[in-house]
């Protein structure tokens, strides 16, 4: 008998076994739509991760930053590595098989992950339990956020998919359909961001550094122009439409913001820029926390080539306000010391000035030379920078800024290196705008903040907007542009005084004021990353033809190991051979060819 | 049933008590008067128990049979009212206190008196007719025996009609009863390879010679005789066809990975086709930890179920196969036996890359054009100096003289050897105590492992140690009921370092000091930043695991044949780590800059898995006639949860002592969990008709949680058939050279669940925004939801298999063969169209991918001795396998860069090396003085975007477009890149043999690899690989002007210039990664029998062990097929490992 009670003990211990929601798992340390996306907190907390479209001064180990290798798709600088020339330039532009990226200022890849992680946010908000204004606050939020990545969309595609809601794989119609017109994608992200305007929450309701209403009306000044001036010089309808906007929201900016940081560098070089005049919004990084190599550690890296080009440096004007074509104070280009004497300060805070130096032993020491003449830039920078900023001479990157090795020679030469081979350059032009000696984080990365929507931009915004409208005035120009003259040590603006003879370098399309203008945006804007999307906007892709040279130099000097634009025992350095030519298709980007291959309905852009 | 169980465990402490105290009845006072007629034996009993005040204790059933008995008594004692009382019964009793105790009386032989013993002798052969020496004979039931002498002899004195078993190592018992003959001779046959062995099969065991499916089971003790390895991986390493193991490092307690049979599944995440591990059981139960937390020494066999038909009993996670553990236990009746081994290692590498002589190195600097090296050295200069200074290690303390500011070292180094060339010393302690009674076994273990690595073993970073404890415990409660508790304690910790800059000891050139300290570029002398000092001033990563596994298991066997089984198991996994990457600030040696190293940052992680199982099955196995049934029935239950949350933080205040409550900076914490369970009811039947045609079904209904409601149960049957030729008529006349014959195939199909939980959850998990409001913290964001497939479920994996199992000679050669077909179905892969980008997101998962396997396997074992001293063995096994791509819907560009249906496994997309650019393909005068910035002449073929220069490599134009490119990259249009190679192990295999003589026995065991091409560019394969690079003894034989029938291109300063297209994938640069490895050599001396017994002792061993003494292969010194780059190339080599060790048992 008791062998039968065990029997029946175990199939009670059986039966006891059995939970019957065994197999039903359920996940706890993460959340669903229905409970991730309720509260007003949910939102603000689902809305931190959108703030990662803007990339800054990138992260840990990704370098050149975003905005820098914008950049090098310009006339304005060259990432001089074998291999690192645009491919806009040498004509290796081809068409991807998928994707591309996807973050603020860059050239678009076909990618709407961001647009769907947007999407999820506003779907859910008729469903969360947020009062009507907070409804309109974030989905004010979350439209300011997609109109960001539809401006680079539309500035790379051109016609793209509009795509209103999170799509699923039944939604057939959307997925295999063709692309949005320009115009209504175009239209829509104006409508979206004039109701975000209207609607946004008031004052910074997410805490200071946030997206707010000027946020919103500064993005709307950026694409207005955008917008307007490349349907003006596409051929293009509404252009008008678009300039307005650019205009009006602009002036409302610009009410608000009527001051600039006094110092050029420091909006480049500040750990926060909190409070600071002119700044709207930017990106903080902490040490040990989110932090980037920018600054001195790569500029002193052995292997990260950055030059400005010749035809940049030219840009800047003469300290009498005057274009080096026409400038009396301009001191020509025979030597790079000459090049630079009595210039647009922002070229001193930009482009390492020339010196000479004896490095002394232990190497972090240094004495002048003999010749007081490599010292001139030296005494001028200890006069326009801070100990911690830009003095010369350069020390190259080290753990502690005070006992980095001393470069002993600018222009620094790639070639001819003296035995240093950090900071070094092809075209003597080395760009060194985010320098600074501040302190390194213990991942020895650089924490400075990075600039992102400032009244600086608005106000040349407002200036060009206003000149294609045919209504710049000097009144126009002391709003804007006057304002960025005093700390560039420059003279103001004189509408006037801007005739067909004020730069004879000048493009000859281009109205001889217009021409001013786009030169303020391109010396300012430096290194900001617009530089590309404004050639294409003017339809100016051609001026990616122009060689990209660097200082005059006699090569003698340099041990003749320097290539000579033209061959000689002097001239101008050139390091890539020259430009292939610009594609009039570049003005597009062309669709990766699987999705061509998945929706059949899709057409790729023109010259493809 | 409560009081039964009480009397039960009373009678049992009484028993104990009774063998303790040997009471007898004496000085009993008490009388006794009883008159009964007829009366039932158990009343009487009351009544004494009454009158005596004693108490009696026996088991209820004891008298139930008995008849009823006649009593009259008077003023007895107890003991004669006892006596009288139980005359004639078989019932013994004893009295205990004021206890009697009645029990069964054990049955002894009729006769009253025992015949006189016999004098029985004779000789004991093999089959061959040579005399065994050391043959046992014993006198069946009794301990008593005797053994034989050198030529085979024996006598003994038995009773008469006594039974003899004669038994010898090796070769099969034979009984002889003695019915009254003086002499019997006696020819022993060797054992037939354990046919009759019984093997351990899910859930129940059969009889090896049954086995239908594909199943290798390998004796722990033979693979692991006195080796000194700590891990079963490393162990079943090439022992058993198809089974792969990878050991991608010689560092102690390097994980290593299982395999069986090769590819299993599609790596969707990064378009890899991956080879999974199978299910680990052990004693029954999945194990959760590292398999490598075992002891071997506690391990008695580990078999390999490789086909479905054998597999798929364990359902949802044994898709591809099963490794089943059984563990050491304890046998009835066995004297307490305990036996200890130990094995002590001196461990080293001897295979380490050369690098290039000083004058080599600096030639090279030369030929790439470099004028200034990295700190600013000028090459001419520094060759001047290095050429003009005689024993400048003598003159130079530090290897560096210093000219202007600008070190120039000067004294040959070699980082490498520093960081990798010191000899590390291992242990390992095993003590066990095993034995039983009738009723009880037991075994319990504790075994230590203590290994250091060569990565400075003085600074005692690099180690891995491990504990273990077991105890396994079997009680038959009654003769039907049996209760098993196995509890085991692993714990291991183990510790690299957490700077592990092997990347800088390959990079670093031969000039580079190695002085502990240097003077930076600004003179400040200062810690030099070797690789050997980042380990030695650094800090390393501990991680620790422990894990607790108890076993409680219950065995009915209410009738004859039937068995039920309960058995509930609770796994508690701990993973602990500890990871401080300390900063150091040191003088960095290739540039003399004083730089930090290490991030500073300290991490604690814990991790818990908590897994519970619950299994009941029942096996019911009966004969009818000829046709042998056997039955199994059963149901499992599972569910594992992980929990864990890490913590780190930077600014550690006390180095030497980092926590996280003193640390300084940001805090950061996550957490994580997730669980899933499995449900299953199984069932499978075996048949045979006279052992001749052998069947088996069995069928699994499988419930996993990772699958969405409704689609979570799947039905997965298999089945296998068997014949054994040898055992019909027909071969009866092969049979002396055939002696056994087995064809067999099986199929069946197993679910695969193995996909992370929750995935037919949209979830949104937390992330890290890199925006910040404030500079102490970082922020909380949250994932976007991707898109969920709600009707994806369980792949499918079936496995047809053909084997042949066979015997010749009396078994002494025995093989098997296999051939397999795997085919891995439904594989969860992207939609069966990829989606277009608009979508936002990946396309949902669903099952709609399928990989291939074909292979085989051939194992062969022979054993023979020749006369009495001299025994060998040699086995041999080798296997192979091929697989491919058979669908994939995601794909229907037929893209390269993700799979693509014919995809092989391994193969490796590449250009043809043709020949080298020579002056003449350049229109001429376009050279320059360096024989560079040519123009090519037209016709000759060019590397798309690449300007060649003499010396360059000319790929091969297929195309004959000129223009030598990968073109769209999809199968269609792969332009000049064709499959150039295949990287899987083909031909692997493994020998392994022994011979010994009387005591003295040698054994080897060799691993390798037959066919095989490695693609494995770096720095030690290409003379200056990358910017900081440097050259080798091998890679010295590249193209210069003058030496242009070189094996490497041209090379350039800093690797810059043309070097990255000569550099492509390509056929000069594929090695080849066949190979052989003499993986152990063991020398054994058993002490002989008369110093044992002086020393009363059962066994003494000593021996010398050498691990990984040679290695023949085809690549360049210092790299090993199968490692691990761990930076820039270089491996954590295997160890050559000699031991010495004893083994002995008392």
Known sequence: MKKYTYITLLSGLLLGACQKDLLNQQPKTQLTVANALVTYTNFQTYAWGLYDYFTGYGGNGFYPANLLSQECNSDNMAETLIGYQSAYINDTKIIPTTGGATSELVISGWDFSYIRQVNVMLDAINDAQLAAADQAHWRSVGYFFRALRYYDLIAAFGDVPWIAHTLNEDSTAQLFGPRTSRDTVAQNVLSDLEWADANIGTGTPDGANTVNQACIDALISRFGLFEGTYRKYHNLPNADMYLQACATYSQKVMTQYQTCMSSYDLVYNSLTLAGQPGIILYKLYAPNLTDHEFGPRLMGSTSENLDMTKDAVASYLCADGRPVSTSAVYAGDSTMFTEFRNRDRRLYFTVIPPYTVTVGSPNYTWSYTANPADAEYIHMMDTLSTPSNKPLPMVQWSQNENTGTVISEVPHFYLYNNGQPQAISQLGYFYWKQFNRYPLDASSYSTTACPLLRIEEVWLNYAEAMAEEGSFTQAVADQTINKLRPRAGLPAMTVASIDAGFDTNRDPDVDPVLWEIRRERRVELMGDGFRFNDLKRWAKGAYLNKPQLGVHVSNASYGNKLSIYGGGPSGYVQFFPAPVGWQPQYYLEPIPSQELTLNKTLKQNPGW | ?1146
Request: net charge neutral.
């Open chain 2, 1 to 1146: 049933m409560k009081v039964q169980t009480l009397l039960v465990m009373k009678l049992t402490a009484a028993l104990m008590l009774a063998a303790c105290l040997q009471v007898s009845a004496h000085g009993l006072s008490q009388r006794i008067t009883i008159q009964r007629k007829n009366a039932p034996l158990e009343t009487v009993l009351e009544e004494i128990e009454r009158q005596s005040g004693y108490q009696f204790f026996y088991r209820s059933e004891l008298l139930s049979t008995f008849r009823n008995v006649d009593v009259r008594l008077k003023d007895a004692s107890l003991s004669e009212a006892l006596s009288v009382c139980l005359k004639d019964l078989p019932l013994t009793w004893s009295i205990v206190d004021k206890t009697v105790v009645l029990q069964a009386r054990p049955a002894v032989p009729a006769e009253a008196t025992p015949p006189p013993p016999l004098h029985v002798g004779g000789r004991v052969l093999d089959d061959k007719g040579v005399p065994l020496e050391g043959a046992s004979i014993r006198i069946k039931g009794t301990d008593r025996g005797t053994v034989t002498d050198k030529e085979g002899r024996y006598t003994l004195d038995v009773p008469a009609g006594a039974v003899l078993i004669f038994s010898y190592i090796g070769y099969d018992n034979t009984q002889e009863t003695i019915r009254n003959r003086p002499v019997i001779d006696v020819t022993l046959h060797p054992s037939s390879q354990g046919l009759n062995d019984v093997v351990v099969v899910g859930y129940g065991t059969q009889r090896k010679g049954n086995v239908t499916g594909s199943v290798s089971t390998v004796k722990m003790d033979d693979v692991l005789g006195d080796r000194p390895v700590s891990t079963v991986s490393e162990l079943m390493m090439n022992v058993v066809p198809g089974l792969n193991v990878t050991l991608p490092s010689g560092q102690p307690g390097a994980s290593t990975s299982l395999n069986i049979r090769g590819a299993t599944d599609l790596n969707i995440s990064n378009s890899t086709i991956s080879a999974g591990g199978p299910l680990i059981v052990v004693d029954n139960v999945p194990f959760n930890g590292p398999l490598n937390l075992i002891d071997p020494n506690d391990i008695e066999t580990v078999t390999v179920l490789n086909d479905a038909g054998s597999a798929a009993i364990y359902g949802g996670r044994s898709a591809f196969g099963v490794i089943l553990v059984t563990t050491k236990k304890g046998r009835k009746n066995q004297a307490p036996q305990f036996s200890y081994s130990n094995n002590l290692t001196i461990a080293r590498a001897v295979n380490l890359p050369v690098k290039a002589s000083p004058q080599q190195f600096l030639q090279s600097l030369k030929d790439m054009g470099t004028t200034s090296y990295w700190s600013g050295q000028n090459v001419a200069l520094w060759t001047k100096l290095y050429d003009s200074i005689q024993n400048p290690g003598a003159r130079y303390p530090n290897g560096v003289d210093y000219i202007g500011g600008v070190g120039y070292p000067l004294v040959a180094t070699d980082m490498v050897k520093d960081l990798l060339g010191r000899s590390a010393f291992q242990m390992q302690h095993n003590l066990s105590v095993t034995g039983g009674s009738d009723k009880t076994t037991y075994r319990m273990a504790f075994g230590h492992t203590d290994e250091n690595g060569i990565l400075d073993p003085s600074a005692h970073q690099d180690y891995f140690k491990r504990y273990n404890l077991s105890s396994a415990l079997s009680t038959d409660v009654t003769s039907w009921f049996t209760t098993q508790v196995n509890t085991n304690y692993f714990n291991e910790v183990l510790s690299t370092p957490s700077n592990n800059q092997f990347y800088s000891a390959v990079t670093y050139p031969t000039l580079a000091p190695i002085a502990d300290s240097i003077a930076a570029g600004n003179g400040v002398m200062g810690l030099n930043g070797t690789p050997k000092n980042e380990i030695t001033y650094g800090s390393p990563n501990v991680s620790k695991n422990g894990d607790l596994r108890l076993t409680g298991r219950g065995v009915l066997r209410p009738f004859q044949g039937f068995t039920l089984t309960g058995e509930y198991t609770y796994d508690n996994l701990q993973n602990n780590q500890q990871n401080y990457n300390k900063q150091l600030t040191v003088v960095t040696p290739a540039n003399f800059q004083s730089a930090y190293t290490g991030t500073g940052l300290y991490q604690v992680l814990s991790q818990t898995t908590v897994y519970q199982s619950f299994n009941l099955y029942a096996n019911y196995n009966r004969s009818f006639g000829n046709h042998n049934v056997t039955a199994m029935a059963g149901f499992n239950q599972e569910e594992n949860t992980t929990s864990g949350f890490w913590t780190e933080r930077t600014g550690v205040i006390a180095p030497g002592q980092p926590s996280i409550s003193t640390a300084t900076g940001p805090l950061q914490s996550a957490d994580n969990y997730s669980a899933y369970s499995l449900r299953g009811y199984f069932g499978r039947l075996d048949y045979d008709y006279m052992g001749k045609y052998l069947l088996q079904v069995a069928g699994r209904y499988d419930g996993s949680s990772n699958f969405p409601p409704g689609h979570r149960f799947g039905f997965f049957p298999s089945g296998s058939v068997g014949w054994r030729m040898s055992k019909e008529g027909f071969m009866s006349a092969l049979k002396p050279a055939l002696s056994e014959l087995k064809i067999r195939a099986s199929f069946g199909s197993v679910g695969n669940q193995n996909i992370s939980p929750y995935s037919y959850i949209p979830t949104i998990s937390g992330t890290q925004p890199s925006w910040l409001t404030g500079t102490s913290a970082y922020l909380t964001g949250l994932s976007s939801p991707g898109i969920i497939s709600s009707s994806f479920t369980w792949e499918k994996v079936e496995t047809l298999d053909y084997g042949v199992d066979f015997g010749l000679f009396s078994n002494r050669l025995t093989g098997t063969f296999d051939w397999y077909r795997r085919d891995t179905r439904n594989i969860l892969a992207p939609g069966a169209t990829p989606l277009p980008a608009d979508l936002g997101t990946g396309a949902p998962l669903e099952n709609t991918a399928s990989l291939r396997t074909e292979g085989y396997g051939i194992q062969l074992t022979y054993s023979d001795h020749i006369g009495n001293d001299v025994r060998f063995h040699l086995g041999v096994n080798l296997s192979d396998n091929k697989a491919w791509v058979t669908r994939f819907d995601g794909n229907p560009t037929n893209s390269l860069s993700t799979f693509y249906v014919g995809q092989h496994v391994g193969d490796i997309w590449g250009y043809t090396t043709d020949r080298f650019y020579t002056s003449d393909d350049f229109v001429s005068g376009t050279l320059n003085s360096n024989l560079t910035g040519g123009t090519l002449k037209a016709g000759v073929p060019h590397f798309q975007g690449e300007a060649p220069n003499p010396g360059d490599i000319v790929y091969k134009d297929y195309s004959g477009k000129g223009t030598v490119y990968q073109g769209l990259n999809t199968l269609d249009s792969s332009g000049d890149k064709r499959i150039i190679g295949n990287s899987n192990p083909r031909y692997v295999y493994g020998i392994n043999g022994g011979i010994s003589y009387k005591q003295l026995s040698f054994s080897f065991v060799i691993t390798g690899v037959g066919k095989q091409q490695l693609n494995m560019p770096s720095v030690l394969t290409f003379p200056n690989y990358n910017q900081f690079g440097t050259v080798y003894t091998n890679e010295l034989n590249y193209w210069i002007p003058s030496h242009t029938n070189a094996f490497y291109g041209r090379i350039y300063d800093q690797a810059a210039g043309n070097q990255s297209f000569n550099q492509q994938v390509q056929t000069r640069f594929l090695q080849n990664g066949a190979y052989l490895r003499v993986s152990n050599l063991t020398l054994d001396y058993a002490l002989p029998a008369r110093i044992i017994q002086m020393a009363r002792l059962h066994g003494f061993h000593v021996f010398c062990s050498v691990e990984n003494p040679f290695l023949f292969d085809h690549l360049p010194k210092g790299l090993e097929p199968g490692l691990t780059d761990q930076g820039s190339g270089l491996q954590y080599p295997y160890l050559r490992r000699t031991s010495f060790g004893v083994n002995l048992t008392f």
